[in-house]
Each structure stands twice: as structure tokens, then as C-alpha cells.
């Protein structure tokens, strides 16, 4: 298949946004279907295939909408296999409680709890969905994401960049009492490093700044840190470009995500900007 054709099948959660994400893809260029029934994933990928370059991305919503059938999925992915498609599967994920207060907001009802309470629909779902969700390609958690965010992701994903090492490296700083992020390749605790938090003329800054950086770097322990750890990952990343990944999420996480991971997130991308497709988000540190 053409490096240039994508066939992304977008499944997870109800009210996690994936008809936000199907929008996003459409205005993408993708061609998008929403709702499909399983059973026909493998007949719109012979379609795709023969479409002579007149589809090359194809974005489609599989999910538990389809009920009874939605358990036919895996039989289909294997045809896709067969067929010679290499598609990616996009998971969407959501706490449950920012679920429950979702399906409040709109007044919706949940696909599988027509009369039931939507706390056991969730839980029900999520049941239904775990195996398809363990051969997810990338996991989306849209627990803190407004839909602009979402649709910011989606971009660092899909779009492609014209770098030569054709990998996107996004670098996240994150606090730990907030969540960690679900679709971290690469994760590391800094709480071990001394807090700016405990400083009074630092603890409302951030560590874009450069006092906080400063004051974060200049202790023995986060130096000899710093440069072990930096080797690890220059020398992992040549590695995974010869492995053929394209995207690495590299997160950093500390008590707050507003001090000490910012710090580290921002030097990581100081050190690697020019060399690679750089995407930096600090998630937490205005919360």
C-alpha cells in the first residue's frame, strides 16, 4: 500500500468525542463515515483499495452504537489483514465521571442504557470494549480536552510534517494529582527533584520561566539526571525511526505539572528542536 494512504478505524467510548474527531478528520482531507456497521469495514476497504487513488484517507467510526454486531469487528480486522490494509485503530477514552456528567449536560441517552443508569452503560461498555482497545495504535484521553484541544491533537497527529526523519515527537508536561496521560510511549517521574513549589517567589510561576528553570537545574541530583537521561533518549529515538514509528509521545510528570516537568519538557525540546517534528504541551500547568 502507499505510504501515503491511511485507513484509520475510530473507535471508544460514547460521548469520549469521537464526532468531534470525524469532523476534525473530515476537515483533514479524510474521508470519514460515522456509525458503520462492522460487518462492512472489510467491503468499504475493498473499495478504498480499488478506488484508484480517489480515496487514499479513510477515517471510520466502529462502535458499541452497532450493538450485537459490533462483536464481529475482530473478524474484519483480520480480513483487513488478508486484504493487505494497513489501517490504525484511534481509541477514545474518558473518565467515567466526566462521562456521566457529559451525557447529563446533553440529556443524551447512552447507546446501551436506553432505560438503565448510565453509570452501569459505562461500565457495561467498557467491559465490551477492552480487547478492541488493547490493539489500539493510539489512545486519545479527552478527560481534560475542549473540543479545540481535541482537534489540536488530532492535527499533531495527522498532519504531515516535512522533516526528514519523518517522526513527530510530542513532549508533554503533566501533574500526577490531575491523571497521567494514557498515551505516553515514554514516561518519567521527576517528583524526586527539589520543588520550586516551596519557594514563595516561585510557586506562581512556571517553569517556562527562567527562574524556575534555574532553580530546578541547579542542584547536583537533576543535573546528573539530566544528562542520563537525555542520553537515553538520543539514543532511543534514531532506534524507533529504524523501527518505522512516526509519532512518540515523551512525558514528563511531577506533584503539580507546573514546576519541575515544565522544566524538563522545555529543555527536552531546546535539545531537540531542528532535529525532529517538535509538538510541547503543558497540560496541567495553569490548573
Known amino acids: 500500500m502507499s505510504q501515503d494512504k491511511e485507513f484509520i478505524i475510530i473507535t471508544g467510548m460514547s460521548g469520549a468525542g469521537k464526532s468531534e ?84 449536560n446533553t440529556r443524551r441517552r447512552h447507546p446501551l442504557a436506553p432505560k438503565g443508569r448510565i453509570s452501569e452503560a459505562i461500565a457495561l461498555e467498557r467491559g465490551k470494549l477492552e480487547e478492541i482497545r488493547g490493539k489500539a495504535d493510539k489512545i486519545i484521553d479527552t478527560s481534560n480536552l475542549s473540543s479545540k484541544d481535541l482537534k489540536k491533537e488530532l492535527e499533531n497527529i495527522f498532519i504531515k510534517e516535512s522533516k526528514e526523519s519523518k517522526l513527530t515527537i510530542s513532549i508533554l508536561s503533566f501533574g500526577f494529582k490531575y491523571g497521567v496521560p494514557l498515551d505516553a510511549d515514554l514516561m518519567f517521574d521527576v517528583r524526586f527533584l527539589p520543588n520550586p513549589h516551596y ?83 503543558h497540560r496541567d500547568s495553569k490548573k
Open 21 to 104: 474527531t470525524i469532523k476534525s478528520l473530515e476537515d483533514l482531507g479524510f474521508f470519514c463515515v460515522d456509525n458503520l456497521p462492522p460487518a462492512l469495514i472489510s467491503k468499504f476497504a475493498e473499495m478504498y483499495l480499488h478506488s484508484k487513488g480517489n480515496i487514499d484517507q479513510v477515517a471510520l467510526v466502529v462502535d458499541v452504537r452497532g450493538r450485537d454486531f459490533f462483536d464481529s469487528i475482530f473478524e474484519e480486522l483480520e480480513i483487513l489483514e488478508e486484504l493487505g490494509v494497513d489501517y490504525k485503530i484511534l481509541f477514545l477514552e474518558t473518565d467515567t465521571q466526566v462521562l456521566i456528567n457529559r451525557f447529563k
Open 199 to 281: 519557594v514563595d517567589s516561585l510557586r506562581p510561576l512556571t517553569g517556562e520561566t527562567k527562574d524556575v528553570q534555574e532553580y530546578v537545574l541547579k542542584w547536583p541530583i537533576t543535573k546528573k539526571f539530566k544528562k542520563k537521561l537525555f542520553d537515553l533518549i538520543e539514543f532511543l529515538l534514531p532506534n524507533y525511526i529504524k523501527e518505522g514509528k512516526s509519532h512518540l509521545t515523551i512525558a514528563f510528570g511531577c506533584t503539580g505539572g507546573k514546576h519541575r516537568s515544565v522544566t524538563f519538557a522545555e529543555k527536552l525540546y531546546e535539545e531537540l528542536k531542528g532535529r525532529y517534528n517538535i509538538l510541547i504541551e
